[in-house]
């Protein structure tokens, strides 16, 4: 399969070249009355464009991984919008405070209303667990350090430090932590 190129010239009325253009793109903008051939490979615009749409150059985005931690502040408002987003039990009251007992369908109007509450009300058990969990997160101190460091590299590191050998190490190590019978 030979590979689709850019092949046909795209020139405007005053004889300014832009990029070019494939030759099924070309074969529309004459089609729709845009352009006209000019030749074999090239065509001219009637209307040149007046902005051109696409950057010549990428933007250079900077993506910073510091992932930044929700503030208190953040989840105390949260909190506050779910405490105060209780208009939904009011608009349901008030649909079926318009009905009376004579009304077909009113049962299954009321299931149907208390159904919407119920889920609005688990959604809202979510979004607190979810704050809690982010509050739990933010006031529990870190549990490992950030380059933790195993019982073996440190009993190397106070070998080589301290001149000692190896089984020496490891039988101090064994009289202070593991209790004799």
């Known amino acids: 399969m030979t590979p689709i190129t850019k092949n046909i010239r795209v020139m405007d009325e005053q004889g300014r070249e832009y990029t070019p253009t494939y030759s099924k793109r070309a074969k529309g903008l004459i089609k729709h009355g845009r352009a006209r051939w000019l030749g074999e490979d ?5 209307c040149p464009p007046e902005h051109f749409w696409e950057d010549a150059t990428m933007e250079e985005t900077v993506i910073n991984p510091a992932v930044q931690k929700p503030e208190m502040a953040y989840i105390l408002e949260r909190l506050d919008k779910v405490i ?5 039990t009011l608009d ?3 649909t079926l405070k318009g009905t009376n007992d004579a009304t077909a369908g009113v049962g299954t109007k009321a299931w ?18 979810f704050l809690q969990k ?12 950030d380059n933790p460091v195993t019982f073996r590299e440190f009993m190397d ?6 001149g000692m050998q190896t089984e ?5 190590m064994a009289k202070h932590f593991i209790k004799q019978e």
Do not use: F, G
């Open 157 to 162: 590191s106070l070998v080589n430090t301290k």
């Open 112 to 129: 149907a209303i208390a159904n919407t509450v119920e889920a609005r009300e688990q959604t809202n058990r979510e979004i607190i667990a």
């Open 42 to 46: 090239a065509i001219c615009l009637t």
């Open 134 to 145: 982010m509050y739990t997160d933010l006031t529990r101190p870190a549990a490992c350090p």
């Open 168 to 172: 020496t190490a490891w039988d101090s």
């Open 84 to 88: 105060d987003s209780n208009h939904y």
């Open 92 to 94: 349901a009251l008030n």
